[in-house]
């Protein structure tokens, strides 16, 4: 070998060094965004199976929620329709009478307003707002089947003429906050979910109605006022 190819073997050399760590630089990055992809892809599924409220329970939009699971949906100047949300529902299964506040009846948030039979058995509910009852659904106490069969809808219980729609409204939750906190009631709920339950249905899927019975036959109605509140 000459000293002429001896000194030329150097550029060759570099040029392939220069070649491996750019490779080297590029793959990093590329690796780390592989790897933080499929990271953030299974943190969202891990959260989407731990968190099954989207797909148990609905929880629409537009509505405002009550922690002791009423809804209250607002219509034109302080009036005020409120019911019984889905998950309430669920946990009550089937309801024989519904009672309801007369017309004229002051409700106050967060204090009962209205109670749910079931046999020989019954549990409040709270007001989700301050107001005057102004109307009620006289369909849903002749018949109950119609709560659970469209609860943010025909469902709905009183109409409520709130003074302080404000201050009330922001006593209550919507949008993502509600959708945390029924994802946080349906961890409550996985806590005492087993198969030998029946608390979901034979495929594994949606919860059946009456959870509250399924978890505790003789004092089901202390189940539910839990989970309502009251």
């Known amino acids: 070998m000459t000293a002429h190819d001896f000194l030329a073997m150097y550029p060759a050399k570099a040029e392939e060094y220069f070649i491996a760590l750019s490779f080297l630089l590029l793959f990093i990055p590329f690796w780390r965004f592989v790897n933080g992809t499929r ?3 299974a943190r969202a599924e891990d959260a989407r199976l731990a ?8 929880v629409p939009d537009h509505l405002y929620f009550h922690p002791g699971h009423a809804w209250a949906r607002l219509e034109d100047g302080n009036l005020v329709t409120v019911g019984m949300d889905d998950f309430s ?3 009550m299964g089937r309801v024989s009478a519904v009672g309801l506040p007369e017309v004229g009846a002051h409700l ?4 009962k307003g209205w109670s749910l039979a079931q046999d020989s058995k019954s549990v409040d509910m709270l007001s989700p707002v301050d107001g005057t009852v102004v109307a009620v659904n006289e369909r849903a106490m002749s018949s109950p089947a119609t709560l ?3 609860p943010y809808g025909e469902g709905w219980l009183l109409q409520v003429r709130v003074p302080r729609l404000k201050a009330n409204s922001a006593s209550l939750l919507t949008g993502n ?6 994802e946080e009631v349906c961890q409550e709920l996985g806590g005492r979910i087993s198969p030998d339950l029946g608390l979901l249905s034979q495929d594994g899927g949606l919860p059946v109605e009456g959870m509250a019975r399924s978890i505790d036959p003789s004092n ?3 189940v539910a006022g839990k989970f309502l509140l009251t």
Do not use: I, Y
């Not at 099954?52 to 609905?58: M, Q, S, V």
């Not at 106050?108 to 204090?111: A, D, I, K, R």
């Open 89 to 91: 529902h669920k946990l």
């Open 220 to 222: 089901w109605d202390q």
């Open 39 to 41: 990271a953030a892809e």
């Open 108 to 111: 106050l948030q967060g204090e």
């Open 148 to 150: 659970s069969s469209d």
């Open 51 to 58: 968190s099954p409220a989207a797909d148990w329970f609905a």
């Open 177 to 182: 906050f509600a959708r945390r906190w029924m």
